[in-house]
């Protein structure tokens, strides 16, 4: 665990060093909130139960799982870097657990995954999103956005792990990101959604990610959520599953790449 | 019993073997013996397997067939052991040119658990001895190539390691840096009881710094001993024929005298090692005469570890 920490702060210390990546990490998720938002909140607004600004309140969380997802994507490649580069050989020489060599960079991903978060919410909070207070839902959401983090960061370093080519790595992964993001209810209600699509967005943890952090941060979220008909406790359990899923996918094309 | 003798040998592999692939056959089975407090070359033409040997030893690639120990640890079994008793400076470099220099070091450090107060003492004392005081805290990607070499040699020493491993350490090194990384290298070996293996392209180098020298080629290890003993093997003295013409007539007849020792024939050159070169230099052109072979240039010299090296990879020692 030392070692994952250690690995962590290198990771860290490097971000913070690097002004480009902060200030990107920093701006990207307030121009979805406001320019999406704000956009798509006034094409959909009439339409939507709450009004025009309810649509900020209900895609907020979408926005939460869709920066968790970037980060995880930007987790791989620094991974797939440092393959690259032979940094790695660093850490295979180093008397540490192999698994820490993942975690390390997992948890730098969930470490900053969770401040983009925050910015999120403070930033949905400002322009006007229907969102709680309560320090607990704040806390229940970071845990549930935390584990969906790892979990996509999982499928980041698996795809980092089995490529050499860090153009295969985006291009996969952007395939696999498109779908997770619009076949869920990230962006539009599942009542309104055909069924073929229904039926993806129930098998997408980022539909459960969302309805979770609906429950969570939105004022009177348990009934918005509800219409979903998936309960808070699946919502916990899918992402936690989808977590450890994740990380033994990683830790096996890991190994993989290593012979 | 086992345990305790091996105790006393750096590195020990028997039979080790590395496929890649089905076809391409990097390590051919390689036995070594290295006692401990012995600085040992690797010696070999590009390709030849030094850095596949030097991953497996270091437990970067499991062997396909074999079994190897460092340190008295089984690099298979007691991986986190050889790990934790090993110091390695790659070939390729593998610095993170977002760090500073002296950030590359403390985090190298804390990998192995080192403590506050032995990180701050050893990096001064490393970035002293490869004069980077002044680089230390600028990020790695501003350092020149020999900057880079030398922050990267000294990571490998952070950790004052029982076994050294040095992959073409000085490749790109100016000679003063060159001499001063050898003597410390000598230096830990004789103060602090330290063994190294060491690949290398400069043969004076090999000659000064090691012990004991293997050559290697096609993933086998073709001979091996002190540099002295490898040297005395080629004769008093080496002549050096480059000609063209009949040469393998020529080689034939060379072989049949009783006066030469050695003859070895690559890259448009004949090497003869003989009691004397002086006595033995007329016979030799007379039988070049004999058999058509056109003499251009001929030498007599001493011989050294790079005729040692052309004799059995039948390449000059840097091609
Ligand atoms: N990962 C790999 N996959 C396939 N073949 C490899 C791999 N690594 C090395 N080889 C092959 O194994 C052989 C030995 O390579 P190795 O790097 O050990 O040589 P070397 O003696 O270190 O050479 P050099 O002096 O050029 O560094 C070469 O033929 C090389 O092409
Ligand atoms: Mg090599």
């Excluded at chain 1, 845990?143 to 960061?153: E, R």
């Excluded at chain 1, 098998?203 to 509800?226: D, F, H």
């Excluded at chain 2, 050159?269 to 058999?291: M, R």
Aim: proline residues 3%; hydrophobic residues 45%.
């Amino acid at each position: 665990m030392s070692a994952a920490i250690t690995l962590w702060n290198k990771h860290m210390v490097k971000s913070l060093r690097n002004s480009m990546e902060m200030s990107s990490m920093l701006i990207q998720p307030v121009l979805w909130v406001v320019l999406f938002g704000v956009g798509m909140g006034s094409l959909l607004g009439p339409n939507m139960p709450g009004g025009q600004d309810f649509y900020i309140t209900f895609m907020l969380p979408g926005i939460i799982a869709l920066t968790a997802s970037g980060g995880a994507i930007g987790g791989g490649s620094t991974w797939l870097n440092e393959r690259l580069q032979g940094i790695v050989k660093e850490y295979l020489a180093a008397p540490i657990p192999r698994l820490s060599i993942l975690m390390g960079n997992a948890l730098s991903t969930v470490s900053k995954g969770l401040v983009q978060s925050l910015v999120i919410l403070i930033v949905g909070l400002i322009v006007g999103a229907n969102m709680t207070t309560n320090p607990l839902g704040w806390l229940g959401a970071l845990l549930l956005v935390s584990a969906f983090t790892l979990g996509f960061a999982g499928i980041a370093l698996a795809m980092a792990s089995s490529t050499d080519n860090t153009g295969a790595y985006h291009a996969m992964i952007m395939l696999l990101n498109l779908p997770l993001l619009f076949l869920s209810n990230a962006l539009y209600p599942l009542e309104t959604m055909p069924t073929w699509m229904r039926i993806g967005a129930l098998i997408n943890p980022t539909t459960y990610v969302v309805t979770g952090l609906r429950y969570l941060l939105i004022v009177n979220g348990t009934e918005l959520a509800r219409v979903e008909a998936i309960p808070l406790w699946l919502c916990f359990l899918v992402i936690a599953i989808f977590a450890i899923l994740g990380m033994w996918l990683a830790s096996r094309r890991f190994k993989k790449s290593l012979n | 019993m086992v345990e305790s003798s091996n105790k006393r040998l750096a590195i020990k592999a028997e039979g080790l073997v590395k496929r890649f692939d089905e076809n391409i056959l990097a390590v051919n089975g390689i036995d070594l013996t290295i006692e401990a407090n012995t600085i040992f070359a690797l010696l070999g033409p590009n390709g030849a397997g030094k850095t596949t040997t030097i991953n497996m030893l270091t437990t970067l690639l499991a062997p396909t067939e074999g079994s190897a120990s460092v340190a008295g640890f089984d690099v298979i079994k007691q991986a986190n052991e050889v790990r934790n008793a090993i110091g390695v400076t790659f070939q390729e470099t593998t610095l993170d040119d977002e760090l500073t220099g002296r950030q590359a070091l403390d985090f190298h450090a804390r990998l192995y658990g080192m403590s506050k107060d032995q990180r701050t003492a050893k990096i001064r004392e490393l970035l002293a001895l490869v004069e980077l005081e002044e680089a230390a805290d600028r990020t790695i990607s501003t350092y020149s190539g020999g900057m880079k070499r030398r922050l990267e040699l000294i990571r490998g020493l952070m950790t004052d390691p029982e076994v050294l491993f040095l992959d073409e350490p000085t490749l790109g090194l100016d000679p003063q840096s060159r001499a001063r990384i050898g003597d410390y290298i000598v230096e830990l070996k004789e103060k602090h009881g330290m063994s190294v293996l060491l690949t290398t392209h400069y043969m004076d180098e090999a000659e000064k710094l090691s012990d004991r020298v293997a050559i290697i080629d096609h993933g086998k290890i073709l001979t091996e001993g002190t540099p002295s003993e490898l040297v005395e093997q080629m004769g008093a003295d080496v002549i050096t024929i480059i000609g063209h013409g009949n040469r393998e007539e020529f080689v034939s007849k060379i072989n049949d005298l009783p006066c030469c020792e050695t003859v070895t024939s690559g890259n448009g050159l004949v090497q003869i090692g003989v009691d004397s070169g002086s006595k033995h230099l007329v016979e030799v052109i007379s039988q070049a005469n004999q058999s058509d072979f056109v003499v251009d240039d001929i030498s007599v010299a001493k011989p050294s570890l790079g005729d040692v090296f052309l004799k059995f990879t039948g390449r000059q020692f840097r091609d």
